[in-house]
């Protein structure tokens, strides 16, 4: 293919050109080394008509009818506190200082510390009888973004590794990863492989590392690296035939897609007005969230489908829940508030999910440090976006919190709830290398029917 | 001892082999070998041809001492014309020679770190690595100690974190009794046991409570972190056993028979437990795993290594030793077990015969089997049906126009032919592999020596947070072990520590000052990274790129503006710029192919 893309750049330019000689055109193009099988992908010139295709402003492609979804994960790291965010308990002492506030939705109350999530009340669906067991970090954790408790014999993949293998392996050209995590790490893609691990972006202010070329290096010397660099994995794929020089060779395409000035473009936030900026706020989790709202954006223009998760750290408030909120919460508030407004002014509140959670809740009571600790017995996860019913309430809690009393949602509930939304089959069954099967979704797990619209 | 001494005596004509004690590894290699191919017989399979020299001291330079060799070192080899210069290589390797014997420590000191412990902790949990590192790297693997020493120090390892290296395997995997036990016997008995935690195993043999008789040899052993007051933020972890009398109980902690006790009464491989008077429960457990009647212990570290060398276990995953997932090769295994527990568990002998198999020796290339064409089947048709260009085909038969009812060869499958040892595999280079060799490629002098290993280490834990992504989750057995991915391809191609490194390379700079032709220059890259000669084609490419650039920079060169004041140029500088020009064009497409060398699969491979 690029062998063909090569040829045609060297009958193009060969017309003009009579001045020094450029080695790939002359020697490398003629000889033709890529060859059937090895796609010669290894080429700037196809690398960036794919590009030019996949983030095309076309319409998205409808595939069976079904446009493709994509996910915002926001990641509450720590274990965010129910009682204060989305099931305030004014009256009782459990209550703390946390005030409960009116929403856009008459009736729907939240903790006073989100009004401007609460004007967004309309599009969100909040779960107040989440329930789990799982009261470690590393435990919980590993349950709310796989589906699966921590198991020795097997090893299971994110949510967004799923959607990467799932939904992403259907296009194949969009220059981006399937799968992205803002603000640090987060959990791999287990038996999947590292190539549904997310592509982790550390600091969504600052450039993607090693995404430019190095100073002082030009186009035309990477492109002869490059030359060189495909001349050699040609040659050794001749020789082994190894699938392994393949699937490195495909890595090292998608880092070369990667490299593109519109994927950077995308990844700029610097590109967004000043003000849209500030609404989101300046912090790594506000940008992150406009990150992600670009990204999710460039995913729908190409058709295709996103896992973009957003992290915030720091809601393990054992000590001083009160006066922690007090900072923590507005940065929440904006983030998430603005998000979902610019997500509907841009029409694609329907193109993607909007879920946010934690590892688990906080308990009820007060503790002498005043702080509040593990709990995963009920808490609360709030949805918005892709088509669900916004604005009401699933589930309640007993008045002091620390029961759930109508409703319960368990945790495979919640992620069978998520794939039927993306039009992932829940009952599909995957292997991993030893051949042990995996249900995408533990068969404990149904989907919220009142949640889907 | 004195059969020892002689032997010295006798064999200084072959380095270290002093150090093997008596046994004969050549005549273990070559056992092994039989059994192999025994079975290659069965299947059919005609395996790939022997590697070539070039390809074996670059493998065995990686597998042995963790690094690519140099170009020294790789056109002395080439050059030799000893018939036992494999050998004699391999022995080199492992003997107390520097810097090799540096070298081989502080390798195998990485490979095992991780073995034992994984790559992550958990925050607080007072695992020290540097403790644990720098004991196998100066006790153990300095001393070549037995491995079964070894194994019995960690299983009986008591005191801090801080003090004691071997500590670090308890307070990584315990203080549980039940998370230690399962992790001892994963580690070093090759043996999932942890489903028997909760339940009689399903399909094998374990009942539940032979997994908390074996567990009850921890129940004595007390673990905790313990945080110095003065040092609150660095927790380290404390091991401390108490002696037991006449007999070991243990309490089911979860599962169905939640809180029933459970007395010690007969191992996991049916030996009865006798325990009288007073006595170290763990010791008695080392005994008994260590001991030689106990089949899983040798075998399942010379399995172990066998996957470190061939890519490839007898028994995969190499920790699922159960009558459900028999060996690939039982007599293979069975052999090199008996003769590594016959020859005092000595790692370097069981090194010493894994690399002295044709085996291992083997190249990367294609594995074939017969083919009967059938009426109506072209080469072309064939080749397409076993996803091969024509071309392959044609190598692997000559000249021969098939015919229907002829037999041909076709290539194996890559993975069928690795299932039965008929290839070598393509193995990635660990993180800490390709970091010293990438440096030891642009030959920076820092690789081997010790003294700069401070920052070197520095540099090193830097850089491979790129490569490896911490997750809280050591247990990844069941990941591929192809694991490219794209910040990796990207640091690879745009990262500091390639790029820096490139521009300011020594052997670079080394090669340009010398007075030779550019086709010596070429040579020498080729052996400095992939430890072969260019091929001819590579040579003549090399050769176009560089005239190209050097006519660029020649245009260059000629249109030089004068200097800006106005005044007469001065020839001198006029030409010392235009000098630059060229230099600098050279030395560009110097750098550019040895980028193009260290990102090829031929470098990141172990082939």
Redesign the interface.
């Known amino acids: 293919m690029s062998d063909e893309l090569i040829s045609r750049k060297e009958g193009q330019e060969s017309n003009e050109c009579s ?5 790939m055109k ?2 490398m193009a003629r000889r033709g080394f890529i ?3 090895f796609g010669g992908l290894l080429s700037l010139i196809a690398m960036q008509q794919t590009l030019n295709r996949a983030l095309a402003q076309v319409p998205a492609r409808v595939s069976g009818g079904v446009r493709p979804k994509s996910v915002i994960l926001l990641w509450m790291g720590g274990g965010p506190t129910h009682i204060d965010t989305w099931d305030p308990k004014p009256g009782h002492k459990n209550g703390g200082t946390t005030r409960a506030i009116n929403t856009r939705v008459p009736g729907v109350q939240i903790g006073h510390y989100l009004p401007q999530v609460a004007e967004q009340m309309d599009k969100i669906c909040l779960i107040r009888s989440m329930t789990s067991n799982e009261a470690d970090h ?1 435990r919980a954790t ?1 349950f709310l973004q796989t589906g699966y408790k921590p198991n ?4 299971h993949p994110h949510i967004g590794s799923i959607v990467s293998k799932e939904l992403g392996e259907k296009a194949p050209q969009y220059p981006l ?1 399937h799968f992205i995590s803002i603000n640090g ?1 987060t ?2 893609a ?2 999947l ?3 549904h ?1 997310a ?2 972006v550390q600091n969504p202010s600052r450039p993607v ?6 100073q ?2 030009d186009d035309q ?1 990477f492109r ?3 030359t ?2 495909n ?3 040609e040659k ?1 794929w ?8 393949k ?3 495909d ?2 395409n ?3 897609n ?2 593109s000035p519109q994927v950077r473009q995308v990844l700029d936030i610097t590109q967004e007005p000043a003000r849209l900026v500030q609404a989101y706020g300046d912090n790594n989790f506000g940008k992150g969230c406009l990150l992600a709202r670009r990204l999710v954006e460039a995913a729908v223009k190409s058709g295709t489908s996103t896992f973009i998760e957003v992290h915030s750290g720091g809601w393990d408030m054992h000590n001083g829940i009160f006066r922690a909120l007090e900072t923590k919460m507005p940065e929440l508030d904006a983030a998430m508030a603005t998000l979902l407004r610019d997500l509907a002014e841009r029409r694609l509140l329907n193109d993607v999910i909007v879920l946010w959670m934690g590892e688990f809740g906080r308990t009820p009571h007060i503790n002498n440090n005043e702080g509040r600790d593990h709990y995963a017995r009920a808490f609360s996860i709030a949805l918005a976006g892709g088509g669900i019913r916004g604005g009401h309430v699933i589930g309640a809690t007993s008045a002091d919190g620390s029961e759930v009393v109508e409703r319960k949602v368990t945790v495979p509930d919640l992620i069978a709830t998520l794939y039927t939304i993306l039009g992932i089959d829940v009952a599909k069954v995957i292997y ?3 051949g042990r099967p995996m249900r995408l979704v533990d068969p404990e797990g149904a989907p919220i029917q009142e949640l889907l619209a | 001892m004195i059969k020892r001494l002689t032997l010295l005596i006798l064999c200084t004509c072959l380095p270290a082999l002093a150090a093997f004690g008596q046994g004969d590894y050549m005549r273990a290699a070559q056992t092994v070998d039989e059994y192999i191919a025994k079975k290659l017989a069965e299947s059919k399979i005609i395996p790939a041809p022997p590697s070539s020299d070039a390809e074996f001291i670059r493998r065995v330079y990686l597998d042995i001492v963790g690094v690519i060799p140099s170009a020294e070192e790789v056109s002395a080899f080439l050059r030799s014309g000893a018939a036992n210069k494999r050998e004699r290589l391999i022995l080199t390797l492992l003997s107390d020679k520097q810097p090799y014997r540096d070298m081989y420590q502080e390798h195998w000191a990485t490979v095992w770190e991780q073995w034992l412990i994984g790559r992550g902790d ?1 925050r607080d949990s007072g695992v020290n690595r540097a403790t644990i590192k720098s004991w196998l790297r100066d006790v153990v693997f300095a001393k070549n100690m037995p491995y079964d020493e070894m194994v019995r120090q960690i299983l009986t390892a008591q005191g801090t974190t801080e003090e004691s290296g071997p500590v670090n395997f308890f307070a990584k995997w315990g203080p549980n009794q039940a998370d230690i036990a ?1 992790a001892a016997s994963r580690v070093f008995l090759g043996v ?1 046991t ?2 028997a935690r909760c339940h009689d195993h399903k399909f094998e043999k374990w009942k539940q409570e032979d997994f908390w008789s074996y567990a009850a040899f921890f129940s004595r052993t007390q673990g905790r972190v313990v945080r110095p007051r003065d040092d609150f933020n660095r927790p380290f972890f404390a091991v401390a056993e108490q002696p037991a009398q006449g007999e070991l109980v243990a309490t089911v902690d979860d599962g169905p028979k939640k809180g029933v006790k459970v007395t010690a009464t007969t191992h996991l491989n049916g030996d009865v437990i006798q325990l009288t008077g007073t006595f170290q429960a763990r010791e008695e457990l080392a005994r008994w795993m260590t001991a030689p009647g106990n089949p899983w212990f040798a075998q399942n570290v010379v399995n172990k290594m066998w996957d470190y060398f061939l890519g490839r276990g007898f028994v995969n ?1 190499v920790d699922d030793f159960r009558d459900g997932n028999p060996p690939s090769h039982p007599e293979a295994l069975k052999f090199l077990a008996e003769d590594f527990a016959a020859n005092g568990y000595n790692l370097k002998y069981l090194i010493a015969v894994i690399t002295n198999t044709k085996t291992y020796q083997r190249s ?3 594995a074939k089997e017969p083919y009967t064409v059938r009426p109506g089947e072209t080469l072309e048709s064939i080749a397409q049906k076993h ?3 024509v ?2 085909l044609r190598a692997l038969n000559g000249s021969a126009k098939p015919m229907a009812g002829s037999q041909i060869f076709v ?1 194996v499958q ?1 993975e069928k032919a690795e299932s039965v040892f008929a290839r070598a595999q ?1 193995r ?1 280079l660990s993180p800490e592999q390709l970091f010293y060799s990438i440096l030891q490629a642009v030959g920076a002098d820092d690789v081997r020596q010790a003294r700069s290993r401070q920052a070197l280490e520095q540099m090193k834990a830097n850089y491979l947070r ?1 490569f490896i ?5 050591d ?2 057995t ?3 072990d ?10 690879m ?4 520590l390639i ?1 820096s490194r490139l ?1 300011a390379s020594p052997i670079l700079a080394q090669l340009l000052n010398a007075r030779m032709m550019e086709a010596q220059r070429v040579n020498l890259i080729f052996l400095q990274t992939l430890s072969r000669p260019p091929t001819n084609e590579e040579v003549t ?1 090399f050769g ?2 560089l ?3 050097l ?2 920079a020649r ?1 260059k060169a000629a249109n030089v503006p004068p200097p800006a004041n106005g005044g007469q140029p001065n020839q001198q500088q006029l030409l010392q710029a235009q000098l630059k020009i060229l230099t600098d064009a050279q030395r ?1 497409a110097y750098e ?2 040895l ?3 260290v ?4 470098f ?2 172990i ?1």
């Open positions: 001045g020094p000689i450029d080695f002359t020697e060859r059937v099988g590393t590993y020795p014999t097997m090893v990863p790490g959990l791999g287990g038996f492989g590292a190539g691990n592509f982790v590392d090693n995404l430019e070329l190095p002082g290096l010397r002869e690296r490059l060189f660099l001349y050699f994995e050794v001749k020789v082994t035939g190894d699938p392994k020089v699937a490195r060779y890595v090292y998608k880092a070369l990667m490299m991993n290398t030893l | 958990r399962a999932r942890s489903c995953p990367s290339g294609l996803r091969i260009s071309e392959t290539p890559p393509l990635p790129r992504t911490l997750f809280d989750n247990e990844q069941e990941q591929t192809f694991e490219a991915t794209i910040p990796q391809a990207l640091m191609m745009n990262g500091d790029n521009s490419l176009r790129l005239e190209g650039r006519q660029q245009l560009q550019d192919i980028w193009s060398l990102n090829s699969s031929e990141m491979f082939h």
